[in-house]
C-alpha cells in the first residue's frame, strides 16, 4: 500500500539517520522474471542474482 509506504519514508526522513530516505522501487506481480531496473535513459533490464559472494548491492 503506497500510502503506508509514504508515511513510513516522512517518518524515516524526520531522524537524522534517515533524512535522505527515498522509495526507490515497487513490487508487482508480474513479470515473474525477477527484478527489473528502469535505466537513467527509461528502458528495463534485469538485474542479475549475485554470483560468488552474497555482499549486499551498494548503491
Not at 537524522?16 to 522474471?33: D, F, L, W, Y
Not at 537513467?40 to 554470483?51: A, E, K, M, N, T
Amino acid at each position: 500500500p503506497s500510502a503506508a509506504a509514504d508515511q513510513l519514508i516522512q517518518t524515516m526522513q524526520n531522524h537524522s539517520a534517515g533524512c535522505h530516505s527515498a522509495i526507490i522501487g515497487h513490487v508487482t506481480a508480474t513479470p515473474k522474471r525477477g527484478v527489473l531496473m528502469t535505466t537513467g535513459f527509461g528502458s528495463q533490464r534485469i538485474v542479475d542474482r549475485l554470483v560468488g559472494e552474497q555482499l549486499p548491492r551498494i548503491c
